[in-house]
């Protein structure tokens, strides 16, 4: 099993541009969440989902979208990228038994 | 509010034993997880409390006292690769997780 795996690992965007990262999980969890992680702060929640076909917002979702079209992928959407999205992602699927979050690698994405 | 605090930063000798502090005030309480990050790592499951009390697990303990508020991870036998982030996260009412900000510990030779 590979678990949570997130692509791509790197990028680097200007202003303006758009880009998509995807979260794949083979773990069969049903809730999964993107979070960002800044300097000095705690993993913020941009948006869930508890399921296929369904997404809604976290603490921090503004700029950002997401679609789970499928159980196993979750993908997160920058429209507009702003200098403030610079940041760590990170894609997490939750095992319903436990409540335990099982976490990908991360993207490092840097905004210019 | 919803706050989790625990120290920025704690230095411990190789060996010896390290505890770190983690209080939280949310909305809801569905319990206590503890996780340990690598520098330029993910995030790694360490422990699990929602009752009150002591959970052992090797060389890593937690415990929790939810009428406090309170929990703690307690590391024994520290080793150089111990040297990591320990971020401490609360479940709330909308079972999402809230979490502090790391502690990072550095252990000394």
């Known amino acids: 099993n590979a678990g949570v795996t997130q692509t791509p690992k790197f990028r680097v965007l200007k202003t303006g541009q758009s880009m998509t990262l995807l979260c794949a999980q083979d773990?069969?969890?049903?809730?999964m969440y993107w979070y960002r992680q800044d300097p000095g702060m705690g993993l913020r929640l941009i948006h869930y989902?508890?399921?296929?076909?369904?997404?809604a917002k976290g603490e921090v979702p503004d700029g950002y979208n997401v679609s789970r079209l499928k159980k196993q992928n979750f993908l997160l959407g920058l429209e507009s990228a702003a200098p403030s999205q610079t940041s760590v992602y990170f894609c997490?699927?939750?095992?319903?038994?436990?409540?335990?979050?099982?976490f990908g690698p991360g993207t490092r994405l840097t905004v210019l | 509010g919803q706050n989790i605090d625990q120290p920025t930063e704690m230095t411990a000798t190789e060996g010896a034993i390290v505890q770190i502090n983690c209080t939280y005030q949310?909305?809801?309480?569905?319990?206590l997880f503890w996780y340990q990050q690598h520098a330029g790592e993910a995030p790694t499951f360490l422990s699990y409390?929602?009752l009150d009390g002591l959970e052992e697990k090797g060389r890593f303990s937690s415990f929790l006292s939810r009428s406090k508020g309170y929990s703690y991870l307690l590391l024994k036998e520290l080793q150089m690769k111990d040297s990591a982030s320990y971020l401490c996260?609360?479940?709330?009412?909308?079972?999402?997780?809230?979490w502090g900000a790391g502690t990072k510990l550095i252990i000394k030779p």
């Open positions: 997490a699927g939750q095992e319903k038994e436990t409540d335990t979050q099982y």
């Open positions: 773990m069969n969890h049903e809730y």
């Open positions: 989902s508890v399921g296929e076909g369904t997404t």
């Open positions: 949310t909305s809801g309480f569905n319990g």
């Open positions: 409390n929602v």
């Open positions: 996260a609360n479940m709330d009412n909308n079972y999402q997780l809230i």
